[in-house]
């Protein structure tokens, strides 16, 4: 079975642009999840998204969206970018009613 | 308010001798507790996980204890082998929230000689 897909791997943006990232969960997987890490806070959890709906949010600004597909592929948003927002994103996939969640390899993104 | 703890930053272990892991916790919420390993500009690589239910799960070189009174939690790896030299990310979830959000430790970056 393939795992958690994201794409693209690497991108550089400038501050006050804005970037979508998808990720692409393992086949039979609805939940996805995304998170961000930094140097300084770690991971945190950013969203998580089942059936196309957001369950949970965690203390991010509004700048920061998503979204789900029927296909259970997902998308962040990021507008306005800012100079903290540079980081690793990554996304996780898991069969709800397990709990254990399988992450992608992330998008390594860089605003200057 | 930092809800898992991971205490020690590094670790450093001999090739074949035991590498334990340590993890705390302050939610007494918390039902389910996972080990994670990861490498720089990779995601992390689920190890195992336990439930709170239990006291002890193993998955060949790893263990994972949990001491559900002393809200703590560990990895033992048995041998360590140069190739365990990774970050290790304990995390907890409230299963019964079905929000699915896990709360990280900051890591342990563990360094096996050989």
């Known amino acids: 079975k393939a795992g958690v897909t994201q794409t693209p791997r690497y991108l550089i943006k400038t501050r006050g642009q804005q970037v979508t990232l998808s990720c692409s969960p393992i086949?039979?997987?609805?939940?996805v999840s995304w998170y961000q890490q930094t140097p300084g806070q770690g991971l945190q959890f950013l969203f998580e998204?089942?059936?196309?709906?957001?369950?949970n949010k965690g203390n991010f600004p509004g700048r920061f969206s998503g979204r789900q597909f029927s296909n259970s592929r997902s998308e962040m948003n990021v507008s306005t970018l800012e100079l903290g927002d540079s980081a690793l994103y990554l996304c996780?996939?898991?069969?709800?009613?397990?709990?254990?969640?399988?992450f992608g390899p992330g998008t390594r993104l860089t605003v200057l | 308010d930092q809800q898992v703890k991971q205490n020690s930053p590094s670790l450093s272990v001999q090739e074949g001798r035991i590498s334990i892991l340590n993890c705390d916790y302050t939610?007494?919420?918390?039902?389910?507790f996972l080990w994670y390993k990861k490498y720089p500009a990779e995601g992390p690589t689920f190890l195992i996980s336990?439930?709170?239910?239990?006291d002890k799960n193993e998955d060949g070189r790893f263990t994972v204890f949990l001491n559900k009174s002393a809200k703590h939690l560990s990895l033992h790896i048995v041998p360590s082998q140069p190739g365990d030299s990774a970050v290790y990310f304990c995390?907890?979830?409230?299963?019964?929230?079905?929000?699915?959000?896990?709360?990280f430790g900051q890591g342990t970056t563990l360094q096996v000689k050989p």
């Open positions: 996780a996939s898991s069969i709800p009613t397990a709990d254990t969640q399988y």
């Open positions: 086949s039979g997987h609805r939940s």
């Open positions: 998204y089942f059936s196309e709906t957001q369950r």
């Open positions: 939610n007494s919420m918390f039902d389910y």
């Open positions: 336990i439930s709170s239910i239990k």
């Open positions: 995390a907890a979830s409230d299963v019964s929230s079905n929000t699915g959000k896990l709360i």
